[in-house]
């Protein structure tokens, strides 16, 4: 009977990760929540990322005695995270275990750790694990217990549906932040977006770049062909830059026939590489504006980096749009980097 009391308190506990639909928020109510129930050294929370098949650390409790960095990459790993998102299977593992002989440690000391996926309808979207010390001498005793996985499971349940349902939410409401025309991300979208990627490369340590791009005389597409053809050249210029970038960046129009690409990751010199391969695509491109038309188009690029040149979204996109008009002062049709 008190088993069953437990039992329905930790579900209770886990249903209210629902109240929100903030990801962090779902997150952090799940990390206060599971050393409640659990007893561990160190917990750590991963989310897979938008720009990669990865999962990424978003929170942690004394993250310093973790067995793993802060990026999981599925694949034939034998430790337990690895295993457990590639097997989308709960994994014990301990020293001495007998399906799990692995000899995990941190410093001297022998580690348990119990890694649990959060599936939501069979999808991956992250993984919970949870690790302790072991004694010198491996017990059996020092393990994670099938109880205790099973409170963290019916968490992580909870958890992995909450992070669905927010995302699904935040899908549907990226509709208002998508432009009308090239259905491509608006501006609003862009500072979001770059400010997030700006907190995660300051954390990691990373660089992220901007490429800010703007059609050199376009205004004689408008003229000769009317703005109708000028609008349907603007959605044909956007999908030339979507198939010139990785599937990790990100682009926008940043209004008229500006656009803005945002590339995670990425330091000034590759950033310069890939300006330079869009502006070479575009040049190269024949335009018809829907009517059939020959339009052969150049553009100006400015490129800007974090943290070479600034550690703000705001003052990252002022470098780089200055960058691109001195490009289309003294040559069009080329790319410039921002002054340091």
């Known amino acids: 009977m008190q088993g069953e009391v437990i039992q329905r308190n930790v579900f209770e506990a886990a249903e209210r990760l629902h109240d929100s639909l903030d990801a962090g928020e779902i997150v952090a109510r799940a990390m206060e929540l599971?050393?409640?129930l659990v007893k561990a050294e160190s917990w750590a929370a991963f989310l897979k990322t938008e720009q990669a098949d990865r999962l990424e650390l978003v929170r942690a409790?004394?993250?310093s005695t973790l067995p793993v960095g802060p990026f999981v990459d599925p694949g034939n790993s034998t430790m337990p995270m690895?295993?457990?998102i590639t097997e989308q299977r709960t994994v014990i593992a301990n020293t001495g275990a007998d399906d799990d002989q692995l000899d995990l440690k941190f410093g001297e000391d022998r580690l348990a750790t119990?890694?649990?996926p959060l599936l939501a309808a069979g999808k991956l979207i992250g993984a919970v694990q949870a690790t302790r010390r072991t004694a010198e001498l491996p017990s059996r005793g020092a393990s994670f217990t099938q109880a205790e996985a099973e409170a963290v499971e019916c968490v992580c349940a909870a958890m992995a549906r909450a992070l669905a349902n927010a995302a699904e939410y935040h899908r549907a409401n990226r509709q208002t932040l998508i432009d009308d025309l090239t259905r491509l991300y608006n501006v609003r979208y862009l500072y979001q977006t770059l400010d997030n990627e700006i907190r995660r490369a300051r954390r990691y340590n990373s660089a992220v770049?901007?490429?800010f791009m703007d059609l050199?005389?376009?205004?004689?597409?408008n003229d000769a062909y009317g703005h109708r053809a000028g609008s349907v050249t603007l959605t044909e210029v956007a999908e030339v830059i979507l198939a010139s970038v990785r599937e990790?960046?990100?682009v926008a129009r940043y209004g008229g026939d500006e656009f803005v690409l945002m590339l995670p990751e990425t330091q000034s010199a590759p950033a310069l590489q890939m300006a330079e391969r869009v502006r070479s695509e575009i040049a190269a491109h024949r335009f018809t504006g829907g009517v059939g038309a020959d339009i052969y188009l150049t553009a100006s690029f400015g490129v800007a980096s974090f943290p070479e040149h600034a550690t703000e979204s705001e003052k990252l996109i002022e470098l780089a749009d200055a960058a691109m008009y001195e490009?289309?002062?003294r040559k069009k049709n080329s790319v410039r980097l921002a002054a340091s």
């Open 82 to 84: 690895e295993r457990a």
């Open 34 to 36: 599971l050393p409640t």
């Open 209 to 211: 770049s901007v490429v």
């Open 114 to 116: 119990l890694c649990v």
């Open 61 to 63: 409790i004394n993250g």
């Open 216 to 221: 050199d005389g376009f205004k004689l597409v």
């Open 327 to 329: 490009a289309k002062q």
């Open 248 to 250: 990790s960046d990100f």
